[in-house]
Nanobody
Framework: QVQLVESGGGLVQAGGSLRLSCEAPRRTFSIAKMAWFSQAPGKERAFVASIRWSGGKTYYADSVKGRFTISRDNAENTVYLQMDSLKPEDTALYYC???????????WGQGTQVTVSS
């Protein structure tokens, strides 16, 4: 069982910043990409951002473009999500996900709560 370890969530005021981290264990499989998803109460899980492990190409949901930045540390098998200019509507449980084949996400973290107060 592959366990992704997330950290960095918390309570912040609107306009503030948070940085999420997600560490993947060192295994024999290769990482194709990693991503962040969010799930607000009563809503479906939604894509936030992803990053290709080789080359570092990034993708973002329209709702976070210009405010969130995804990055990675290949040596540490860690992906980050820098969240700036946070809005109350960003409040959600944020999940880290890992893909070994770039087609589907094979492994998921437990989630870290982000709460933005107005």
């Amino acid at each position: 069982q592959v366990q992704l370890v997330e950290s960095g969530g918390g309570l912040v005021q609107a306009g503030g910043s948070l940085r999420l981290s997600c560490e993947a264990p060192r295994r024999t499989f290769s990482i194709a990409k990693m991503a962040w998803f969010s799930q607000a109460p009563g809503k479906e899980r939604a894509f936030v951002a992803s990053i290709r492990w080789s080359g570092g190409k990034t993708y973002y949901a329209d709702s976070v473009k210009g405010r969130f930045t995804i990055s990675r540390d290949n040596a540490e098998n860690t992906v980050y999500l820098q969240m700036d200019s946070l809005k109350p509507e960003d409040t959600a449980l944020y999940y880290c996900a890992l893909s070994t084949d770039a087609l589907r996400y094979n492994y998921w973290g437990q989630g870290t709560q982000v709460t933005v107060s107005s």
